[in-house]
């Protein structure tokens, strides 16, 4: 009885080992992956060679390239740990990407409004079928493609306004532990949910999405369990066939890009995350003196604190 648990210890142990020692291979091949892909552009970006497209499809949501963002995530984060004002230039690059991101894409919200206004005018006081725009070559669409259309703006600003809602503080939160600790215990929570809710999110949205769009835009159809061969074997039946069905005859058809959106919301999620890493990190160091430093926040001039005060 005894050697059997002998052999079971040393069994996880080896196992433990083992899984210890892929993880840094993998980093350390990090490295090379990079440096070969960076090299080789014509292996992956030459989407004139079907096997150029497949390989891309699966670096896109593969092993290899899982860690060498990793990588870079700990390369960055070591460079920053020395150098705190480098840190402090990632969070400000990353923080400013997100605001400008979502400060264009909000406008899609009055968009939303003033196609609705129109489609009720034309539908309801013109009793036109259709919408017509453009000169020279009009642009000539049903009504009802127009109204199918009008979640494509909805979801422009839900996936790609998160992160600056984020920067901006206006994700609703419900606090029960966290409005009670000292300052430095708040920092040290969000660098945890960082790391442990937001970061593991972002990546498994990602690894869902990626593939999930790709199969909407190809055949035949690749799937996250084909390894690299595999693929690179179906690249010779492959053809681009993006998916255009719309739920109506005449409805919208472009819903292939609710799946682009998709993995656009995982990459920007994934960023900020870092994001609010960095900065809570530094935040936690430096003390609350340090607090919303740099923080590009939106001001809606007069009455501000009034409106601040209300939601």
Request: hydrophobic share 50%; net charge neutral; aromatic share 18%.
């Amino acid at each position: 009885m005894q050697q059997d648990t002998s052999m079971t210890i040393l069994d996880v142990l080896s196992a433990l080992g083992g899984g210890i020692m892929v993880f840094f291979q993998n980093i350390a091949m990090a490295f090379y992956n990079l440096g070969y892909a960076i090299s080789h552009p014509a292996l992956w970006l030459n989407w004139s060679d079907k096997e150029a497209v497949m390989r891309f499809v699966y670096y896109g949501g593969s092993v290899e390239f899982f860690y060498v963002v990793f990588t870079a995530f700990l390369v960055a984060t070591g460079i920053g740990l020395w150098r705190n004002s480098v840190m402090w230039a990632y969070v400000r690059v990353l923080e400013g990407f997100a605001n400008t991101v979502g400060r264009f894409f909000a406008w899609a919200g009055l968009l939303m409004v003033v196609q609705q206004i129109i489609i009720v005018f034309v539908q309801r006081i013109f009793a036109r079928p259709d919408i017509v725009i453009g000169l020279g070559i009009p642009i000539d669409l049903d009504i009802s493609w127009w109204s199918e259309e009008l979640k494509l703006y909805n979801a422009m600003v839900v996936s790609l306004c998160a992160t600056y809602t984020f920067v901006q503080g206006s994700h609703v939160r419900v606090d029960l532990i966290y409005s009670a600790v000292r300052f430095r215990t708040k920092k040290m929570i969000d660098m945890f949910g960082s790391l442990f809710f937001m970061l593991p999110m972002a990546v498994l949205i990602w690894l869902y999405g990626w593939f999930f769009m790709w199969r909407h835009l190809i055949v035949p159809k690749p799937s996250a369990s084909e390894g690299l061969d595999r693929l690179l074997m179906k690249s010779r039946a492959m053809r681009w066939n993006v998916e255009t069905i719309g739920f109506s005859p005449n409805g919208f058809n472009g819903y292939f890009l609710f799946k682009v959106l998709l993995v656009g919301f995982a990459a920007m999620i994934f960023l900020h995350a870092i994001a609010f890493f960095y900065r809570s990190y530094l935040e936690w160091k430096e003390g609350e003196e340090s607090e919303n430093r740099y923080l590009d926040k939106d001001n809606l001039g007069d009455g501000e604190e009034a409106y601040e005060g209300t939601h």
